[in-house]
């Protein structure tokens, strides 16, 4: 028998809204948000959005169905209140990229695909052990999955959804198309009892 112990919960769903608007309301609060600079090389990042804003309401409400589905993956408590702590836009255009960071101060972290195609670069996420790559070079590994792997890449894919411990080590790779710019939306999440 085996135990698979200290399992990461990288999740995701494919949701069926119309990013059309949601891509308008991105490039409508660029020209009116000048945007900040935290883990983006390249592109434009907004500040914290207001998530009350009726355009937003129907991502919203799918994160926090999908947060709680989340929770009890996790076995975390019954009745936690689930909060979408704070969000913002990413527009990333050719080369433009996030360097590795995480997510302090939060339970749950998470990023929807607005705009991508196959070119546009995804998420990646590094294994917890900072010293997987030395105790389990490469050239020992028949192949590589999920449990002997240093990084895990997740493609960008329009629609999706997906959810991750805000303390999990991630990067945004560079998006290498240079006609369409991938644009996502990524949240914070905390939990209270």
């Given amino acids: 028998m085996n135990d698979l112990i200290f399992t990461v919960p990288v999740s995701h769903k494919d949701l069926n809204l119309n990013t059309t608007e ?16 935290l883990s983006n090389t390249g592109g434009w990042q907004s500040n914290n959005v207001d ?3 009726l355009t937003l309401q129907p991502l919203c409400i799918e994160i926090l169905k999908f947060a709680k589905d989340y929770c009890d993956l ?7 209140q689930i909060l979408l702590t704070n ?14 960071h995480d997510h302090p101060g939060c339970v749950i972290s998470g990023v929807y695909y607005l705009q991508s195609n196959k070119d546009s670069g995804g998420i990646t996420f590094y294994n917890p052990s900072n010293i997987i790559d030395w105790s389990w070079p490469d050239h020992i590994k028949e192949k590589y999955s999920t449990i002997n792997s240093n990084t895990y ?3 960008s894919i329009i629609n999706r959804l997906i959810l991750f411990p805000s303390w999990l080590k991630h990067s945004v790779q560079p998006n290498m198309d240079k006609q ?3 644009i996502s939306f990524s949240f914070n999440i905390s939990i209270t009892t």
């Fill in 22 to 37: 949601l891509v308008s309301f991105a490039y409508d609060l660029k020209t009116k948000d000048a945007g900040r600079v």
């Fill in 51 to 53: 998530l009350t804003d």
């Fill in 74 to 80: 996790v076995n975390f408590k019954k009745n936690l």
């Fill in 87 to 100: 969000g913002w836009f990413n527009i990333n255009g050719y080369k433009d990229y996030n360097i590795t």
């Fill in 153 to 155: 890449n997740h493609s």
């Fill in 180 to 182: 369409m710019e991938r």
